[in-house]
Nanobody
Framework: QVQLVESGGGLVQAGGSLRLSCAAS????????MGWYRQAPRKQRELVAS???????NYADSVKGRFTISRDNAKNTVYLQMNSLKPEDTAVYYC?????????WGQGTQVTVSS
């Protein structure tokens, strides 16, 4: 069982920055991949970035060069540094963690970028 607690969302102007954090608590299987997804109104949830336990990363094309995902394995925490934010980045951002052949989700945190 894995529980995820996200923090760091909010309202920012276009061009600004935000940093999201997600702390995982687990009982049992080790966490392999952690990542961030987002869902904008009337759109499907999409992958933003992911990172393996060995720090191999993957990014959506729309955020490459602007967002950076990082991970502290000792703390079971994943971060998403978001720079040069755009209005189209507005969405609910969800943390995800894979453990024991299951994917766990956080409750989501709202990110709103004003133009």
């Amino acid at each position: 069982q894995v529980q995820l607690v996200e923090s760091g969302g909010g309202l920012v102007q276009a061009g600004g920055s935000l940093r999201l954090s997600c702390a995982a608590s687990r009982n049992g299987f080790s966490i392999t991949v952690m990542g961030w997804y987002r869902q904008a109104p009337r759109k499907q949830r999409e992958l933003v970035a992911s990172i393996t336990s060995r720090s191999s990363t993957n990014y959506a094309d729309s955020v490459k060069g602007r967002f950076t995902i990082s991970r502290d394995n000792a703390k079971n925490t994943v971060y998403l540094q978001m720079n040069s934010l755009k209005p189209e980045d507005t969405a609910v951002y969800y943390c995800a963690a894979d453990a024991g052949f299951r994917r766990y989700w956080g409750q989501g945190t709202q990110v709103t970028v004003s133009s």
